[in-house]
């Protein structure tokens, strides 16, 4: 914990690239105080089409999935920063956006080897 998915497409593959958003992501999310650098997880997803009621073409969209007990100061400021820094490494992406969501300590479970 937690999980980091980045959901992207864009209409050139020149337009994102996939290494460098997840090591963005996990620079910030390491560096905002409340999450571990070695508990991270992180991965990107590209879906096989879009369609976006605007016309909107691309998008970036990340979910960070924590472990409930972090305020809604601390999600907004890892938003925000998140968000920046990818439109700041992605200026042809149309949309950019992140929903930090809290998991149920009780009921997140996991199985290491």
């Known amino acids: 914990m937690p999980h980091v998915v980045i959901e992207h497409f864009a209409e050139t593959p020149a337009d994102f690239d996939g290494a460098r958003a997840m090591r963005l992501a996990f620079d910030i999310c ?3 105080g409340f999450i571990k650098p070695e508990d991270l997880k992180l991965r990107t997803t590209q879906p096989e089409a879009i369609l976006f009621g605007d016309g909107r073409r691309s998008f970036i969209h990340v979910t960070v999935l924590l472990l409930a ?3 809604d100061a601390m999600k ?5 920063a998140l968000v920046a820094a990818l439109r700041e490494a992605f200026p042809k992406i149309a949309a950019i956006s992140t929903d930090i969501r809290d998991m149920n300590p009780d009921c997140y479970k996991k199985s290491l080897a």
């Open 76 to 80: 907004l400021g890892l938003s925000r």
């Open 30 to 32: 390491a560096g905002c």
């Open 69 to 71: 007990g972090r305020s």
